[in-house]
Every structure is written in structure tokens, then in C-alpha cells.
């Protein structure tokens, strides 16, 4: 029997294709097909002109693409009910896929922002390519990574102690030593400040993690602790609340 094909759906600045010798198994793990609301919200963000960057974590990548602009994306139905993208002529899977958001550095996963409930990915990535890769081992990156993991454990019993004290918690504290664009493998002098000195709390010398705490409406506080001990531009993150101890945000492989 021949098939008729079908004629392209009429979306705004997307070009839909057809594509019948497509299935589900054929797609990338978690988000290369997707239910229309995802994928049209994956649209609205993918805007010509915007840097973007790939980065497959659960698939051991050891850093990101090189950052590529949108010049083109396609949205296709492989499948009735399901819409697949492609970017400048390429699929993608929208959990791998990071999209610069909220400052220059600062990539956004599309997935995520979209509705993809992708798993084991990083929410944001923090990119500088001016920085240079350490060469260090991933046994030594794991050991340089755990300060942010005792730092932001310490900070959290801070707190807690705090509010035992003073019935609430110290929040609103902006990154410190330095910003988040500003991170490297280098360590640097940890100085006073103000949050910090309220909770009694400093590190034990030199730091190369930046740490801040923000509030939380049902926790009362999060704190959070950043590091790039590689060099690479994408710092590994930690958090932890009132309630829920020292937690990683980010990849395994990102150090």
C-alpha cells in the first residue's frame, strides 16, 4: 500500500517534518522525543541567535561541545503525538542539551526548563572558555571537590545552631570569596563577611569553592557551595537545607 505523505504542520519559525522510518527505540535515552507541550516550550526557548552547548552526562562526558550558535531548528513528528527537535540540522536529545541563560557563563538545561523529566543531568552549567583544564587526576579532583562538600556540611550545623540561638536563620548571603564567574582551580584567601561572621563560621584557610545561602520558603535556608578544582568552566555544585544534609547537584565527572 502507498503511503501519502503528510503535509508539514503549520508552526511559527519551525519548520515539522514527517519522518516514518523513525521509532521510539532509534531515539537518544530521555528527551528526544517529547509530548507537544515540551516540545513547544523547548521552541520558545531555542531562539536564533543563542549560544548553546550539548553535554551528556550520563553518558561520561568529560566536558561540553564547544558552544555553537542557533542558526536553525526543525521540530518534526516522527511519530503521531510526539515531536522531535533538531538544532542547525542536527537531533538532539533537549537533556543534553544547555542553552546560555541568565548571564554569560550561566547555561540552562533545556530539558528541564522544559518539562522533560530528565534525570541525572545538571540543572545549569557554569562555562568559562578562557580557563584552562587541569591535568590532574579524577582521584585528585574527587579529594580537591570534597571541600565543598565539608564546608557546606559545616555551614548547615552553623545555621542550625543559629536558629537554636536566635529562633531564625541567617539567609541572603551573596557568593563568597568570589563569584561564580570568577572560580578556578587556584585557591585563594578566604576574608570577612558579614553573613559568614553572624553564623561564627570561616574555613579552615585557603578556599577554592565559593559558598553563599539563600532562603527557602518551607526550609528556612539553603546553602550552597560551588567548585571548579579542574579548571574547566563547569563548577561542581552542592547544597543542603534545614532538613536534608549535603547533597550534590551536579554530575559525578564535574569537579
Same mark, same amino acid.
Given at each position: 500500500m502507498e503511503t501519502k505523505e503528510k503535509k508539514p504542520l503549520s508552526i511559527?519559525?519551525? =519548520?515539522?517534518?514527517? =519522518?516514518?522510518? !523513525?521509532?521510539p527505540s532509534a531515539s537518544a535515552d530521555q528527551c528526544a522525543w517529547n509530548r507537544e507541550p515540551v516540545a513547544m516550550s523547548a521552541v520558545k526557548l531555542l531562539q536564533t541567535g543563542k549560544k548553546f552547548v550539548t553535554y551528556c552526562e550520563p553518558c561520561g562526558d568529560k566536558q561540553t561541545s564547544a558552544i555553537q550558535t542557533i542558526k536553525r531548528v526543525d521540530l518534526q513528528v516522527p511519530q503521531p503525538g510526539y515531536f522531535k527537535l533538531s538544532v542547525n540540522g542536527k537531533s538532539v536529545d533537549l537533556a543534553y542539551l544547555f542553552i546560555q541563560q541568565g548571564g554569560q557563563h550561566n547555561y540552562v538545561n533545556v530539558g528541564l526548563q522544559s518539562g522533560c523529566r530528565a534525570s541525572d543531568v545538571s540543572s545549569s552549567l557554569q562555562l568559562n572558555?578562557?580557563?584552562?583544564?587541569?591535568?590532574?587526576?579524577?582521584?585528585v579532583l574527587r579529594a580537591k571537590r570534597v571541600e565543598i562538600l565539608s564546608n557546606v556540611h559545616a =555551614? &548547615?550545623?552553623?545555621? =542550625?545552631a543559629y536558629e537554636a540561638s536566635e529562633d531564625r536563620f541567617v539567609v541572603n548571603v551573596p557568593p563568597h570569596p568570589r563569584a561564580l564567574s570568577s572560580l578556578n582551580s587556584s585557591p585563594v584567601k578566604w576574608t570577612g563577611s558579614y553573613g559568614f561572621n553572624r553564623l561564627s563560621w570561616q574555613p579552615d584557610g585557603r578556599? &577554592? /569553592?565559593? $559558598? !553563599? %545561602? *539563600?532562603?527557602?520558603?518551607? *526550609? #528556612?535556608?539553603?546553602? $550552597? #557551595?560551588? %567548585?571548579?578544582?579542574? /579548571?574547566?568552566? %563547569?563548577?561542581a555544585m552542592v547544597s543542603a537545607t534545614a532538613t536534608r544534609g549535603v547533597t550534590l547537584m551536579t554530575g559525578e565527572h564535574i569537579y
Open positions: 511559527s519559525a519551525v =519548520l515539522v517534518t514527517v =519522518l516514518a522510518t !523513525w521509532s572558555t578562557a580557563k584552562k583544564k587541569s591535568k590532574d587526576s579524577a582521584a =555551614l &548547615r550545623q552553623a545555621q =542550625l578556599v &577554592r /569553592g565559593t $559558598y !553563599w %545561602i *539563600e532562603p527557602h520558603a518551607t *526550609e #528556612g535556608f539553603v546553602v $550552597y #557551595g560551588a %567548585i571548579d578544582a579542574d /579548571g574547566d568552566g %563547569i563548577p
